[in-house]
């Protein structure tokens, strides 16, 4: 009661439990957003990759939280009658975390995959990717990315890599390892920056192993890195396993590596195998 008499208590108390519901429910509309827009990431990625004879290849996203700026793509060329046999193969990372880096990831993915279903030449559609993403990047995000068009007819990879983790390349008949290096700076930064597009055969039992940075740096208790050199030795051990064997494999080691440690950064991964 104040000085006069009049009850005071009663009418903070219930001030209080309206402002706490009224924070419940933003926060429960949040939440219900969130998750709609991990949805609507998550339909992104492709849920069957195309088969083309003499690869056999798998892909995944891990994402560390509900959404995030990941992602793989599988452009089955066919659609539109470029060639047969071939498949345009995507993997990329935003920087930035969370809905912001989601964003610019549905932004880049439609980008790239348009101008790559329009021009043959990787480097040429990544080069007008660069200039549209770079004129619509407004808050300084970026994004690198390899993107390669993969022909049965020859067994060839042509890429791009425009800052990219460079792929690791195992060859079957040598045991050695190879690294697909850029080709190109990352999307988003300046326009009218030249990319060129390279080619590798792959062979029966060549694996080509595509990654951000998420892999290469997970960390553990002891805030040790998993690095390349794990990564190389587990492609190396399990080469003779099926595309989606190995990134299985690779998942697994990551996983055992941080035990306990919360993944802070998004893994994506995709396999190509020769056979």
Known sequence: Y?????VTGAIETIRDITERREMEGRLARSSAELQIAADIQKSFMPDVIPRISSFDIAARTVMAKEVGGDFF?????????????MLGLLVADVSGKGVPAALFMALSRIVVRVNALWHPDPAK???????????????????????????????????????HNPPVVFRSQSGALEELLPTGIVLGAVENREFYSRTVTIGSGDVIVMYTDGV???INAREELFGEERLNAIIQKSAGLSAKEILD???????????????????????????
């Open 2 to 6: 104040d000085p006069q008499g009049n």
């Open 73 to 85: 793509d599988v452009i089955p060329f066919e659609i539109i009658a470029m060639e047969k046999g």
């Open 125 to 163: 559609a990544i080069f007008d990717a660069n200039n549209i993403i770079t004129q619509d990047s407004k808050s300084g995000m970026f994004v690198t990315l390899f993107f390669g068009t993969l022909r049965e007819r020859d067994r060839t990879l042509t890429y791009v890599n425009a800052g």
């Open 216 to 218: 290469t740096e997970a």
């Open 249 to 275: 494999k690779i998942l697994q080691a990551v996983r055992e590596f941080t035990g306990d440690m919360p993944q802070f950064d998004d893994i994506t991964l995709l396999v190509i195998k020769g056979t």
